[in-house]
Nanobody
Framework: EVQLVESGGGLVQPGGSLRLSCEASGFNFGGYAMTWVRQAPGKGLEWVSSFNNNGGRIRYADFAKGRFTISRDNAKNMVYLQILSLRPADTAVYYC????????????????WGKGTLVTVSL
């Protein structure tokens, strides 16, 4: 059974940083791209970043470039998302997802998702 469990969210003041973690199990982790997607309150899903399994190509949404860093540890079946200089607009539930393909603009088609971890950026 595929499982993705996110952690590391919480309440952070503007300008702070967080590292989100996602522990994966139930599949050959190293054989798949891993993706982070977020959903702000009242809004739709927004692709953040992906780290593929073939050559280690990393991609970011335009808004994520410069402040977000995705990484993965295939030995531990973990994928991470470091976020710096957090802004209130970063408030969202952050989901870890398995797989996906790059459309030229974003990743799509992820087949398994975790339950998410809430990041709240506020004073």
């Amino acid at each position: 059974e595929v499982q993705l469990v996110e952690s590391g969210g919480g309440l952070v003041q503007p300008g702070g940083s967080l590292r989100l973690s996602c522990e994966a199990s139930g599949f050959n982790f190293g054989g798949y791209a891993m993706t982070w997607v977020r959903q702000a309150p009242g809004k739709g899903l927004e692709w953040v970043s992906s780290f593929n399994n073939n050559g280690g190509r990393i991609r970011y949404a335009d808004f994520a470039k410069g402040r977000f860093t995705i990484s993965r540890d295939n030995a531990k079946n973990m994928v991470y998302l470091q976020i710096l200089s957090l802004r209130p607009a970063d408030t969202a539930v952050y989901y870890c997802a398995k797989g996906g393909s790059f459309s030229g603009r974003e990743y799509y088609g992820m087949d398994y998702w975790g339950k998410g971890t809430l990041v709240t950026v506020s004073l």
